[in-house]
């Protein structure tokens, strides 16, 4: 019997938890504080063991077997506290005892250094690495889920009336974003919850780290991202973004600052890089290589520009950023649940891009334009009918994902699917 929580609302990741545990002798769950590892591993542990409490971490320091259970699977709750631990679990699941284990989770990946130093082996065949999210709309049940990408995949007749999607919601989506506990407060208190996540980042997880980083640096880097949601940016370009809107202070003018910044936020797994995509176009040498920046949930990014609802409907440009890191973490959690990743596509001759590339586990794809109104989705069908004159082998299918839609269909002029976000599933 687990140690499943009431309340517990099913993630898509607990599927992939089940056939991993069945299969490898521990997991390891990462991802950002606060999305929902803990109650997500008690849902598949029969024990449970928190390294944050003082005497565990005690105990586990003078060696980690001592907090060992016999019940299992048993979950380690943030065992990199004492990175020793991963070694003893891995000699653990080396003695014969199955899979099944443990459930290591851990909001912060070690650094380097450490782990050259703490940790000798690799976990190869032995840990499994999942990586957890907030939650997606689908899974806080603000997606209905009638459309699915497997049915895009499969060439299905998607068409329906989903229901109408006013813009004011989907900007509250946005504010609250996917934290777990999000969904238990009132609407006025949905930016608390992003707002102290930011605080804990810049006045605890700096402090608890042994290199001395300036708070301010820190936090102008954060402002920064956040302007530059959903582009694709340089680091040159964020320290010159820093330099106009921070002018007169000593600030992130190293390059080489900056990378070590960037790492330690990248550790607390508290941005996404998404990759380009080169594969399969006929002028490979013009492909971007640079990197699509986001935030692990839109809701940090809304938190740091100070946005509100009427706010977002007052800049429909930013607005239309921030939906597209909504549509793209959705998009992360659902090619993940799928065993497959996303991309961003940009022909730097050209200029033509496409928001999403969607690479499915047997090497097929699928391109995706995001939207957040009806009124641009003839020129979203446009582009992507421009990308796929230029690609050799060309995508299983092509999606506009759409905020303000009242029905999925398929464009019968060009099989192009017409999606809301609000109706998708993996």
């Known amino acids: 019997m687990s140690l499943r929580e009431k309340d517990y609302k099913e993630r898509l990741i607990d599927k992939k938890i089940d056939r991993y545990l069945e299969t490898f002798g521990a997991i390891l769950i990462e991802g950002p504080k606060w999305c929902g590892k803990t109650w997500t591993a008690l849902n598949h542990a029969e024990s449970a063991t928190y390294v944050t409490e003082t005497s565990t971490k005690r105990l586990a320091l003078i060696n980690p077997k001592n907090i060992f259970s016999d019940k299992r699977p048993q979950l380690i709750d943030e065992w990199q506290i004492v990175p020793s631990i991963w070694d003893s679990v891995r000699h653990e699941c080396d003695r014969g005892k199955g899979p099944g284990n443990f459930i290591l989770t851990g909001s912060t990946t070690l650094k380097k250094e450490i782990q050259g130093k703490q940790v000798y082996h690799s976990g190869a065949g032995r840990i499994a690495r999942l990586k957890m999210e907030t939650m997606s709309l689908y899974e806080s049940l603000d997606s209905s889920g009638v459309v699915s990408i497997t049915d895009m995949l499969e060439n299905k007749n998607i068409n329906k009336n989903t229901g109408e999607v006013k813009i004011r919601e989907l900007a509250t989506l946005l504010i609250r974003g996917g934290w777990p506990e999000s969904l238990k407060v009132k609407k006025e208190n949905y930016p608390l919850i992003p707002k102290s996540y930011i605080d804990s980042i810049l006045n605890v997880e700096l402090d608890e780290e042994e290199k001395v980083r300036d708070k301010n640096k820190m936090s102008m880097l954060l402002k920064?991202?956040?302007?530059?949601?959903?582009?694709?940016?340089?680091?040159?370009?964020?320290?010159?973004?820093?330099?106009?809107?921070?002018?007169?202070?000593?600030?992130?003018?190293?390059?080489?600052?900056?990378?070590?910044?960037?790492?330690?936020?990248?550790?607390?797994?508290?941005?996404?890089?998404?990759?380009?995509?080169?594969?399969?176009?006929?002028?490979?040498?013009?492909?971007?290589?640079?990197?699509?920046?986001?935030?692990?949930?839109?809701?940090?990014?809304?938190?740091?520009?100070?946005?509100?609802?009427?706010?977002?409907?007052?800049?429909?440009?930013?607005?239309?950023?921030?939906?597209?890191?909504?549509?793209?973490?959705?998009?992360?959690?659902?090619?993940?649940?799928?065993?497959?990743?996303?991309?961003?596509?940009?022909?730097?001759?050209?200029?033509?891009?496409?928001?999403?590339?969607?690479?499915?586990?047997?090497?097929?794809?699928?391109?995706?334009?995001?939207?957040?109104?009806?009124?641009?989705?003839?020129?979203?069908?446009?582009?992507?009918?421009?990308?796929?004159?230029?690609?050799?082998?060309?995508?299983?299918?092509?999606?506009?994902?759409?905020?303000?839609?009242?029905?999925?269909?398929?464009?019968?002029?060009?099989?192009?699917?017409?999606v809301p976000i609000t109706a998708l599933k993996p």
């Open 224 to 418: 920064s991202l956040a302007r530059n949601e959903s582009t694709i940016v340089s680091n040159k370009t964020i320290i010159k973004d820093i330099e106009e809107y921070e002018s007169g202070n000593d600030i992130l003018s190293s390059r080489t600052t900056l990378l070590d910044y960037l790492d330690f936020l990248e550790r607390l797994h508290l941005i996404e890089n998404q990759e380009s995509y080169s594969s399969n176009y006929r002028s490979p040498e013009r492909v971007g290589k640079s990197v699509k920046r986001h935030f692990v949930d839109p809701s940090l990014a809304c938190s740091l520009l100070n946005l509100n609802v009427d706010k977002l409907i007052g800049d429909l440009n930013t607005f239309g950023f921030l939906f597209e890191a909504l549509v793209e973490r959705d998009l992360r959690i659902y090619m993940d649940y799928l065993d497959g990743k996303i991309y961003h596509f940009r022909d730097n001759v050209t200029g033509l891009e496409v928001d999403t590339i969607l690479e499915f586990e047997d090497g097929e794809y699928a391109a995706v334009e995001i939207k957040l109104g009806y009124n641009e989705v003839d020129d979203a069908i446009k582009n992507l009918k421009e990308f796929y004159n230029n690609m050799v082998k060309k995508p299983k299918f092509m999606c506009v994902i759409v905020g303000v839609l009242e029905a999925a269909y398929k464009d019968p002029d060009t099989s192009i699917y017409v």
